[in-house]
């Protein structure tokens, strides 16, 4: 049995599992997937059952059809409110029926019931849902979890769950399970497909003109991680829309907006709040430093910075923000390296508030970047918290695991005005890194508009665009034009064309889902009355829900077996819960107690900290050397930001390293008049500017630091040589 913390439970094998298999089969087109999800259930014992299983969904998953297979009998379940539905079901069992029942815990966790399951006899139940896929750089990200890891619950928050074990978030956990995953995924994209790819499972790709279906590199997959597809199309994103009409003639746009844009960037004081909480112990905690390291690296003598690590309790490396120069980076890359997933539970809350409390530095942009896998019960009180200080606070996010509650990392990052990230195992880190921190360091386009502005948009409020990337809002209404036109401050106006709609329900379920997101987080405005509003806001979630037949923290879907009098059951079903696989790496696969939960410490101010809680860094270990070796199948800039020195130069033999081997212009240019350093980072700017010209969105910070650097170091006279811009004629030489 796995010895876990309080309010997480192991299973022995006193009873057979009722889940034998999970099916799945997607489809991909453009950005959308629908998908069809079957359990199927067998009940081996010699009374029947009432099977429990908790499960995890996409996060933006819009879950809008539910049925069950029983021998011949195909039922349809229809969506109803959640007490009426468990009415329905539980009324249906005490009658003898069979009863199927489909609960939302959380937008990303699910229960499904399967009630009076005779001995011997089989149930299939499918969940079909929709899903907006999100973007990575040029690809795609269709994201199928399947297993829910471990939630820690805060002791202030188990009287709110009000179930024991807190089981609608945490089932129970197996180390070995009879169920397993199979999968297809059909992609079809416009233009083609360029690239199909999964970080997290072996796979194989036919491709089929501009199809490719994916299945499993094995006949199935053990369900301990989460699977991820990476879709490259053919085509570049670019703005537009698809249009739909519903049979009651409203019409629905989805529409992907890509403004181009300049505006000056500010300073930025930004607070890394890292997750040292046991369930990171393993791959988690060391993919999560690498990634803050990297960030450090890319910062400047303009910005300032601070670093909390956190778990039961939470400590700073500083007492309060301070500038970013070399010597304090050297003393923040040695903390970072020195921490361990070591400090107990989860607390997210007090670290946050603690940090969102400080005051405001004028001169700078405050960004927090929060480092979890952010497994936790309370993950609505850590959304409201990022919602309530948006104005002063941007909050970024990146989700570090096989596993991560991709509803607790995209929630924080969009209530704080920010972007998520995921780094899954056998992922690359350093794109994502460098793609978020290009976000957060740079501009952005806020506060806009999309006319008419008589439309139902989702979400309610645009967010903010960062440059080069694009953002998909749906509108609904009965007269959408055929233009709808973009405005922001700075941006002037944009014409955005639609083509004529055609017969179709996706859009307007995507719109319903992306509104009842809006309202179960609290951002769709409203009176300041708390009590009554979120009352308000239930009953508008629920009559939504049961409009468009989604399932929603206010409405489940139910069907019912009826069955005729010599086949119903007579005796009382026993109560079987699923368990589930322990994601893959939590808590570095300690099967060990975890550090005992602690009550949440009161938030202070950094600067009023004990000094016991400020970490001193004098013993921690060095970081370690870079190496000068290229290092095999790692992309050229990668390795050249990783060798890029804190204050933005470069070594001469860390570059020559790098440098192709046939490039005979490295040896020519020892004969260049320059201080070594001087050399070597115009060479490095070369060679990214020549080499690595399609990774530019990736390196053009660091080229930035770099260029700096040589203007304060070198002057305008080390700026030319022989007459020409250096950098030009570094360039000419590798060409």
């Given at each position: 049995m796995?010895?876990?913390?309080?309010?997480?439970?192991?299973?022995?094998?006193?009873?057979?599992?009722?889940?034998?298999?999970?099916?799945?089969?997607?489809?991909?087109?453009?950005?959308?997937?629908?998908?069809?999800?079957?359990?199927?259930?067998?009940?081996?014992?010699?009374?029947?059952?009432?099977?429990?299983?908790?499960?995890?969904?996409?996060?933006?998953?819009?879950?809008?059809?539910?049925?069950?297979t029983v021998g011949e009998r195909h039922?349809?379940?229809?969506?109803?409110?959640?007490?009426?539905?468990?009415?329905?079901?539980?009324?249906a069992l005490m009658?003898?029926?069979?009863?199927?029942?489909?609960?939302?815990?959380?937008?990303?966790?699910?229960?499904?019931?399967?009630?009076?399951?005779?001995?011997g006899?089989?149930?299939?139940?499918?969940?079909?849902?929709?899903?907006?896929?999100?973007?990575?750089?040029?690809?795609?990200?269709?994201?199928?979890?399947?297993?829910?890891?471990?939630?820690?619950?805060?002791?202030?928050?188990?009287?709110?769950?009000?179930?024991?074990?807190?089981?609608?978030v945490n089932p129970p956990l197996a180390a070995a399970l009879p169920y397993r995953l199979t999968l297809s995924v059909s992609v079809e994209q416009p233009g083609g497909v360029k690239a199909v790819s999964s970080p997290s499972h072996g796979i194989r790709v036919e491709h089929d003109g501009p199809r490719a279906l994916v299945t499993l590199g094995g006949e199935d997959a053990a369900m301990d991680r989460d699977f991820v597809l990476l879709i490259e199309p053919s085509m570049r994103q670019a703005a537009g829309g698809v249009t739909e009409v519903g049979a009651d003639g409203a019409i629905t746009a989805a529409v992907t907006l890509l403004p181009a844009f300049e505006q000056s960037a500010r300073p930025a004081e930004v607070i890394f709040v890292l997750d040292c909480s046991g369930s990171m112990a393993g791959d988690s905690i060391d993919q999560a430093k690498r990634a803050l390291r990297l960030c450090l690296r890319q910062m400047t003598a303009a910005d300032a910075f601070n670093v909390v690590g956190f778990g039961s309790g939470f400590v700073a490396l500083f007492e309060r923000p301070r500038r970013w120069d070399h010597p304090a980076f050297e003393e923040a890359d040695r903390w970072v390296e020195s921490l361990d997933a070591h400090m107990g539970g989860t607390e997210i809350l007090a670290p946050l508030q603690a940090v969102l409390t400080l005051p405001v530095d004028t001169d700078r942009q405050r960004v927090v970047v929060l480092l979890t896998d952010g497994e936790v019960s309370n993950e609505d009180q850590v959304i409201a918290l990022a919602a309530e200080h948006r104005s002063t606070t941007r909050l970024f996010a990146f989700g570090i695991g096989a596993g991560p509650s991709e509803h607790l990392v995209r929630g924080v990052a969009r209530a704080g005005g920010g972007a998520a990230e995921f780094i899954a195992p056998g992922e690359r880190i350093e794109p994502k890194v460098l793609r978020q921190f290009a976000r957060l360091t740079s501009p952005?386009?806020?506060?806009l508009t999309l006319l008419p502005d008589d439309l139902a948009s989702a979400p309610r409020e645009l967010p903010a665009v960062y440059a080069g990337e694009a953002i998909t809002v749906y509108v609904r209404g009965r007269g959408v034009p055929p233009v709808l036109t973009l405005m922001a401050e700075g941006l002037g106006t944009?014409?955005?064309?639609?083509?004529?709609?055609?017969?179709?329900?996706?859009?307007?379920?995507?719109?319903?889902?992306?509104?009842?997101?809006?309202?179960?987080?609290?951002?769709?405005?409203?009176?300041?009355?708390?009590?009554?509003?979120?009352?308000?806001?239930?009953?508008?979630?629920?009559?939504?829900?049961?409009?468009?037949?989604?399932?929603?923290?206010?409405?489940?879907?139910?069907?019912?077996?009826?069955?005729?009098?010599?086949?119903?059951?007579?005796?009382?079903?026993?109560l079987r819960r699923v368990p589930v696989a322990l994601t893959h790496g939590w808590g570095g696969d300690a099967v060990q107690p975890l550090q005992p939960r602690m009550p949440m410490p009161t938030p202070m101010p950094m600067a009023e900290l004990p000094a016991g809680m400020v970490a001193f860094c004098a013993s921690a270990p060095p970081p370690p050397a870079r190496g000068r070796a290229r290092r095999r199948g790692e992309p050229l800039h990668l390795q050249l930001l990783m060798a890029q020195l804190p204050d933005g130069a470069f070594e001469w033999a860390d570059v020559v390293a790098l440098a192709q081997p046939e490039d005979e212009a490295a040896a020519e240019l020892e004969v260049v008049c320059l201080d070594p350093r001087?050399?070597?980072?115009?060479?490095?700017?070369?060679?990214?500017?020549?080499?690595?010209?399609?990774?530019?969105?990736?390196?053009?910070?660091?080229?930035a630091?770099?260029?700096?650097?040589?203007?304060?170091?070198?002057?305008?006279?080390?700026?030319?040589?022989?007459?020409?811009?250096?950098?030009?004629?570094f360039e000419a030489h590798l060409r």
């Open positions: 796995l010895e876990l913390e309080s309010g997480l439970r192991g299973v022995g094998s006193g009873f057979a599992v009722p889940l034998v298999g999970v099916e799945v089969a997607a489809e991909v087109r453009g950005a959308a997937s629908r998908v069809r999800l079957t359990q199927r259930y067998r009940n081996d014992e010699a009374q029947p059952i009432e099977a429990v299983y908790v499960f995890p969904l996409d996060e933006g998953a819009a879950l809008c059809g539910f049925e069950a039922i349809v379940g229809r969506i109803a409110e959640r007490d009426d539905a468990f009415e329905q079901y539980d009324d009658a003898g029926h069979g009863a199927f029942l489909l609960d939302q815990e959380r937008p990303n966790v699910f229960t499904a019931s399967v009630g009076n399951l005779p001995p006899a089989e149930a299939a139940i499918t969940l079909t849902y929709v899903a907006e896929l999100a973007r990575e750089g040029d690809a795609l990200r269709f994201l199928l979890p399947t297993t829910v890891a471990p939630r820690y619950v805060p002791l202030d928050h188990e009287v709110e769950i009000g179930q024991p074990g807190d089981e609608r952005r386009l806020e506060h944009q014409m955005v064309v639609l083509p004529a709609p055609t017969p179709g329900a996706l859009l307007s379920t995507l719109w319903a889902r992306a509104t009842l997101r809006d309202l179960e987080e609290g951002v769709a405005g409203g009176s300041a009355q708390t009590g009554r509003r979120d009352a308000s806001r239930r009953r508008k979630v629920c009559d939504l829900a049961l409009a468009y037949g989604l399932a929603s923290s206010a409405t489940s879907f139910v069907a019912v077996e009826e069955r005729a009098p010599g086949e119903r059951t007579t005796e009382a079903a026993e001087v050399k070597a980072t115009f060479l490095a700017l070369a060679l990214l500017r020549v080499r690595c010209r399609a990774a530019r969105v990736e390196w053009q910070l660091a080229a630091k770099a260029e700096t650097w040589l203007r304060d170091v070198a002057g305008a006279d080390g700026m030319r040589i022989e007459g020409h811009e250096a950098l030009d004629w």
